[in-house]
C-alpha cells in the first residue's frame, strides 16, 4: 500500500476517532455497501441477460410457429397437387383415346386401323406409367412367385415343370417395386399318373 493511501487511512480513522465512531464499523458499512452495489449490479445484468433470454424464447417460437404453418400449407398443396404431373403426362393418352373414339365412327373406318390406334394408346399408357415408377408384371412361362402372383388355378401339365405359370388371366402391377396388384395365373402341377 502506498504512503499516501495509508496516510489517507490513517486521517479518516484519527477523524471518525475525534467524532467517536468506531473505524472498523465504518469499514463494515462500506463494505456493505459495496456488497450491496455489487449486488445490484449483478441483479440487474441478471435482469437483462433473462429479458435477452426471453426475447430470444419468443423469436424462436414465432419461428417454430411460421416453420410449422409453413410446412402445413406445403403438406397440403402436396396432397391437392401431387397428381398434377401424372394428370400432366396422361393427358395425351386421353387425348389418344378421344381421337381413336371420333376415328370409329367415321366412314372407311376398319378394325385394322381402329386395331393400330388402339395398341398405339396403349403403348402411351404403359410409356407413361413406366415414367411414374409402375412396372407391369406378366409372368408367362416364369415360376410361380406367392409374392407377385395370385394363383387361380393349379392345372396338371406334363408340358410344363411344376410351379410354373402356364398362363396368365390379369396382368400384375408394381410401383416403385411395391406390389399394388399380383398376376393372376394359372399354376402348373405335376401331371397325374
Known amino acids: 500500500m502506498s504512503e499516501e493511501r495509508r496516510n489517507e487511512q490513517d486521517a479518516v480513522q484519527n477523524q471518525a476517532e475525534a467524532q467517536g465512531e468506531d473505524p472498523a464499523l465504518k469499514d463494515l458499512e462500506q463494505a456493505e455497501q ?8 449483478a441483479l440487474e ?7 435477452d433470454h426471453w426475447d430470444a424464447l419468443l423469436r424462436v417460437k ?3 410457429e411460421n416453420l410449422r404453418r409453413r ?19 396422361l393427358l395425351p393418352v386421353l387425348d389418344s383415346m378421344e381421337m381413336g373414339i371420333e376415328a370409329a365412327g367415321k366412314e372407311g373406318a376398319t378394325v385394322e386401323t ?12 404403359l410409356d407413361v ?24 388355378t393349379m392345372v396338371p401339365s406334363a408340358d410344363h415343370e411344376p410351379e410354373t405359370v402356364m398362363d396368365v388371366i390379369q396382368k400384375g402391377y408394381s410401383l416403385n417395386d411395391r406390389l399394388v396388384r399380383p398376376a393372376r395365373v394359372v399354376v402348373s402341377k405335376e401331371a397325374e399318373q
Request: net charge negative; charged share 35%; hydrophobic share 40%.
Open 45 to 51: 445484468e441478471a435482469r437483462q441477460q433473462a429479458a
Open 129 to 152: 406409367l413406366s415414367r411414374f415408377g409402375v412396372e407391369r408384371i406378366d409372368p408367362a412361362g416364369e415360376r410361380f412367385d406367392p409374392q407377385k402372383h395370385e394363383a387361380m
Open 62 to 64: 414465432a419461428d417454430m
Open 34 to 41: 459495496q456488497v450491496e452495489e455489487d449486488l445490484q449490479k
Open 71 to 89: 410446412t402445413r400449407i406445403d403438406v397440403e398443396n402436396a396432397h391437392k397437387f401431387a397428381l398434377e404431373k401424372f394428370i400432366n403426362e
Open 114 to 125: 381402329l386395331k393400330e390406334g388402339m395398341e398405339m394408346t396403349f403403348k402411351m399408357m
